[in-house]
Each structure stands twice: as C-alpha cells, then as structure tokens.
C-alpha cells in the first residue's frame, strides 16, 4: 500500500521535519522516566520538540493551540524511543541514571503488548515524514497525519497486528464503521518475517 500522500510532497514535509530535529539536537534536553512516564519538564524544550514534529503532549492540555506552552511536556514511549535513537534527547530514570536505548525497549514491552512491533510501525511511518500520534480514542494504535493535529485532520487510523493474528469479519466491521464514521480509512499493518511492513487499507464504499 502507498500511503494517499504524493511522494514529492511527503519527502519535502520529512526533509523538513529532520532538519528541525536537527536544529535543537544540540539543546542538550533531558527527560525523565517515571513508571513509564517520559516526561521534559523544562517547558521551553518541550515546546521546541512538540514545534519540531508535534511530539508530545503538554500536561493537563488536551488539545493545544500554538507551539509554545508554559507547562511539561509528556512523551509516549514511541516518541521517547524515536527521540532517543535519533539522538535528539537523553532520557534519565528517577534516579538520574541515562537510560540507554534498549532500556527504554525493556521498558516499552513491559509496559504495551507488543511493543517492539508497534514501534517499528511508529518509526516507519515517522521516517516516510507522517505525524504519528496515539489512536486510543478511535479504538486503533495510532492516528496518522499528512501535516499534524490541528493542521489537518488525520486521514488514517493504524491497528498493528502480527502477521499470526486471526481476524474475524466482526472486527473488519467493528473497526470499518468507526474510521468511517470520523471519516478516516482504517489501515492494519503487520510485519512479514525479514522485518518488512505491509499496509493494507480499507475504505467503506456503498453497493
């Protein structure tokens, strides 16, 4: 599946969105992980990582307007990780140690089921130049921008399954009425063995 994004539009908005990751890559930003919990408390840098690619949330805002906040920032693991192995933030535990990359995967499979197969997913689609944010409230693991919340509204729901998975016609029902009734497609993914991801989209139409 190609993504509805033309490939040069999507490889300019990427190009983009490095070199702002780039630009504060040496603002030296410290989060910290607290069962769980990554959070940049220093409002300034949070504000600088959420402008870069609308990561993260500020605490207590649940939907914010502009790019500049006066409070914390909280990643989600997939954010942290992502942020992490891009180098463009250290992460320390309550007791200010450094978390190293794989420990935060440790920490990321202990606290979602499937983790790892989900952030690969989340890297994928971030490295392709989409925002990536979570899809809790629509049922699916994430919701998937063009440009970013606020912006435009998000045309794709993503549910990561492992390639094993059995899926009953209920469930292509029960997830295919709800991306359509906030009229998104909805899209599973899953990884074939050698790592490779493949989409598959479904989109309602009328007999």
């Known amino acids: 599946m190609v993504f509805a994004l033309r490939t040069v539009d999507l490889k300019v908005i990427a190009e983009g969105r490095v070199k702002r990751l780039m630009a504060i890559?040496?603002?030296?930003?410290?989060a910290e992980c607290v069962d769980g919990r990554v959070v940049v408390w220093d409002p300034k840098l949070g504000s600088q990582l959420f402008t870069a690619g609308f990561f993260g949330k500020p605490v207590g805002i649940r939907k914010p307007k502009g790019?500049?906040?006066e409070e914390p920032l909280e990643?989600?693991?997939y954010e942290a990780l992502y942020l992490a192995e891009k180098g463009?933030?250290?992460?320390?535990?309550a007791s200010g140690q450094i978390l190293s990359v794989d420990d935060l995967r440790r920490i990321g499979n202990k606290t979602y089921q499937d983790f790892d197969a989900k952030y690969k997913v989340y890297k994928d689609l971030r490295d392709r130049g989409y925002i990536v944010r979570p899809g809790m409230k629509f049922g699916s693991d994430f919701s998937v921008y063009r440009y970013g919340p606020g912006i435009d509204h998000a045309p794709f729901l993503v549910t990561v399954y492992s390639k094993d998975t059995r899926l009953l016609g209920i469930d292509f029902v029960r997830a295919?009425?709800?991306?359509?009734?906030v009229r998104k497609k909805w899209v599973i993914a899953t990884i074939l063995e050698g790592g490779t991801i493949r989409y598959f989209v479904f989109s309602w139409f009328r007999l």
């Open 25 to 30: 890559k040496e603002m030296n930003i410290i």
């Open 67 to 69: 790019t500049f906040f």
């Open 75 to 77: 990643l989600s693991l």
């Open 88 to 93: 463009v933030i250290k992460i320390r535990d």
């Open 176 to 181: 295919g009425r709800l991306a359509n009734s």
